[in-house]
């Protein structure tokens, strides 16, 4: 075979360092973009994040904020031109933003109380009984074995079995402990089964509480039949009327079924919204939150080094100004577009802003992109955990968007007005006769909305809506 060589022409995308990290930083959440600033301002000294009241206003100097914040006067439906090439001197001029919530001077520190989980809440009440150490260390045992709502799933049997020999403890004691651990606070911990978890509960009332009887025989014996709500067979078991059988009910359901979920940690999360609406001159109009917009500006000392070691070779500075340049830059580039896209939402969900979820209507991120010129990609990195504040609530943009189901008259209702539709009849429907789906959907066809029993059923599961029979009460 002959080796030889030859010259081969081809065209390729390809996506710069400086386009990459747009789209990475266009899909990132408020709290995502914050430590993204964090990590990039510590390896590279040319940017520097500005606090508040940080600034040079004391020395003469001028401030060095590089953003400009977009205007939310702008059509939503205008293509955005793209910024200018920034020369040196653009990276001093004094920013609008210099100042900007300089009169929050606070040192307002979030004080968090220590959380105390169910084992800790448990052990540190068998601390003080008095209990031998043998038994404190057999509750010890159960109290690592209940679950995170206070429950011990495992049988006492099977849970002796796999005890070490040498510990010698015999069934009997677990039983005995089980017992004491019963007594503890929060009453039904320990339980089961959720039946001796209301009873634990029941247990701890006054003897003279109104109906108590009947309730533990509720909770014994009948639990499946208040589930279905199978009333009737209830009344002639307990040999009750409606009025008594209402009370024994309400006993029941405010007696607590997790008993430990209460001293489970919980994940807080605060949502911080990107995006203001407010009604300006009978005009619905989006602007930014200032609140989330970073006050970003080039370090002064390190451009000043740069300048004087720009001819003795200062190439590795030179890559770090640029890379601070591109952050800016791009930081800025990612808020205008999600006010553009914010703004075009507004535009076409106005009739939400001023009647609520059941004016919603159909909206898909094509429409969005064709009005702002960009492609769908890039509106769903938009609109992926940024959220809207409006009069009706802080929603995520994404929240806007939905499919849409037919109208009688040739229109379109969307899934959300469906959806507001559905618990609006819930709500205001008779509780001894709920509505079922199939009755829920003729409702809607003669409101001129076309949709299937099945449609509603989904929609009402999503909303986390019983079915009509575990809504029925006496």
């Not at 940017?47 to 020395?59: A, F, M, P, T, Y």
């Not at 709502?149 to 049988?155: E, M, P, R, S, V």
């Not at 009706?392 to 007005?417: D, V």
Request: aromatic residues 6%; hydrophobic residues 40%.
């Amino acid at each position: 075979m002959k080796h030889s060589l030859q010259l081969k022409l081809s065209q390729h995308l390809t996506l710069t360092p400086q386009l990459q990290q747009s789209i990475r930083l266009l899909q990132m959440s408020t709290l995502e973009l914050d430590q993204e600033l964090d990590a990039f301002a510590q390896e590279n000294p040319f940017l520097e994040r500005v606090e508040n009241g940080d600034n040079d206003e004391s020395s003469g100097k001028p401030d060095e904020f590089t953003l400009q914040p977009p205007s939310s006067s702008a059509p939503a439906d205008e293509s955005a031109a793209e910024p200018a090439p920034l020369s040196e001197s653009d990276w001093e001029k004094d920013s609008p933003w210099a100042g900007l919530n300089d009169e929050e001077d606070g040192d307002y520190r979030t004080i968090t109380a220590e959380s105390v989980d169910l084992r800790n809440h448990l052990n540190s009440q068998l601390g003080v009984t008095q209990l031998s150490e043998h038994d404190k260390r057999i509750v010890a045992l159960l109290i690592d074995a209940l679950d995170e709502d206070g429950y011990l799933t495992q049988n006492l049997d099977e849970l002796a079995a796999m005890l070490p020999s040498e510990l010698e403890i015999e069934p009997i004691e677990l039983h005995t402990a089980l017992h004491h651990l019963q007594n503890f606070d929060p009453p039904g911990v320990g339980a089961r089964s959720l039946s001796e978890c209301l009873l634990l509960q029941l247990a701890v009332l006054p003897a003279d509480t109104p109906y108590l009887e009947q309730a533990r025989i509720l909770a014994k014996q009948h639990l499946n039949l208040l589930a279905s709500r199978d009333f009737a067979k209830l009344k002639r078991l307990l040999h009750c009327d409606d009025e008594a059988l209402r009370a024994i009910q309400h006993l029941i359901t405010r007696l607590n079924p997790r008993p430990g979920a209460a001293y489970a940690h919980t994940d807080t999360r605060y949502i911080q919204h990107d995006v203001e609406v407010k009604k300006v001159k009978e005009r619905w109009v989006a602007s930014l939150n200032p609140e989330v917009i970073p006050k970003l500006r080039i370090n002064r000392i390190y451009a000043d080094i740069l300048r004087r070691n720009r001819e003795s070779g200062g190439q590795y500075l030179s890559s770090q100004m640029q890379e601070a340049k591109w952050m800016i830059k791009n930081i800025q580039q990612r808020f205008d577009t999600i006010l553009r896209v914010s703004q075009a939402i507004v535009d076409r969900q106005r009739q939400f802003f001023e009647h609520g979820e059941v004016a919603m209507r159909p909206l898909v991120l094509r429409e969005i992109a064709e009005a702002v010129g960009l492609h769908e990609s890039t509106i769903s990195r938009v609109t992926t955990q940024k959220y809207m504040h409006t009069p009706q609530g802080i929603f995520e943009l994404k929240y806007f968007f939905g499919s849409s189901c037919a109208t009688e008259t040739g229109g379109a209702c969307s899934a959300t007005a469906i959806r507001a539709l559905i618990k609006q009849l819930v709500a205001a429907e008779n509780q001894q006769k709920p509505l079922s789906d199939s009755q829920i959907a003729e409702i809607l066809v003669k409101q001129g909305i076309v949709v299937a029993r099945r449609t509603v059923a989904k929609y009402r599961e999503a909303m986390q809506i019983p079915a009509v029979s575990f809504r029925k009460t006496l």
